[in-house]
């Protein structure tokens, strides 16, 4: 079937680090979405990408689409302790449906 | 931005009892809402599509005698857990696509936690 796959599973770095997430897709993808979700919280809308080899950045965050549209990441500039939570790509294969990534949780050690 | 909400958030419940969750689009139409369920630390789970003046679209592996699913009109859906079991306990999430067909970002309620004694 459709799976979504997302590494790393768990994140810990120190404020003011790097923070990347990847995702990986069985199958070539419409479009990926991201989303945050904060502890205790629900999923909240980053971002979309469409196109093949799209790049996107938001502030300190920075996304990108493969040319393949199998994959994406999520990058985060100099992490600060707001960034705290679980992020989710999410696949669409074209049928409007959502297929959630496993998630990493992203935790920042002051 | 469209704001979706959800009730009740919370609900403690003894097994065997029906729960019935309520997602409502507050400031759009949504002809489709979605239907997810999280555990604890987990990814979120697609259950359904509900989808206004028809029948839901079931998951997989999700029964639909079990998680019953009403979209009576274009800004509410429900979910009812009919005889629900410690199992069924959950964080249960609605989303809503205002711009259905166009692959476009879904909007996400608060979600419900049910615990089911």
């Known amino acids: 079937g459709q799976q979504v796959m997302q590494i790393p599973q768990y994140q810990h770095v120190q404020e003011g680090e790097d923070f990347t997430t990847y995702c990986n897709s069985s199958?070539?993808?419409?479009?990926i979405q991201w989303y945050k979700q904060r502890p205790g919280g629900h999923p909240v809308f980053l971002i979309q990408l469409v196109k093949s080899g799209e790049v996107k950045k938001q502030k300190r965050l920075t996304f990108q689409f493969g040319e393949a549209k199998k994959n994406s990441s999520l990058h985060i500039t100099a992490t600060q302790t707001t960034d705290v939570g679980t992020y989710f790509c999410a696949g669409d294969f074209g049928n409007e449906k959502l297929t959630f990534g496993t998630g990493t949780r992203l935790t920042i050690i002051p | 931005g469209a704001v979706v909400s959800q009730h009740p958030s919370r609900v403690i419940c003894k097994s065997g009892t029906s729960v019935k969750i309520e997602c409502r689009s507050l400031?759009?139409?949504?002809?489709?809402m979605f239907w997810y369920r999280q555990f604890p630390k987990k990814s979120l789970m697609l259950m359904a599509t509900?989808?206004?003046?028809?029948?839901?679209?079931?998951e997989q592996g999700v029964e639909k005698d079990k998680f019953l699913i009403n979209h009576a009109s274009l800004t509410l859906s429900t979910l009812t857990v009919t005889s629900a079991h410690p199992e069924d306990s959950s964080f249960y999430i609605c989303?809503?696509?205002?711009?259905?067909?166009?692959?476009?970002?879904?909007?996400f309620g608060p979600g419900t936690r049910l615990t089911v004694l």
């Open positions: 400031d759009f139409q949504a002809t489709t």
């Open positions: 989303s809503a696509d205002n711009e259905r067909g166009r692959g476009t970002k879904q909007f």
């Open positions: 199958t070539t993808l419409s479009n």
């Open positions: 509900s989808n206004e003046g028809s029948k839901a679209t079931y």
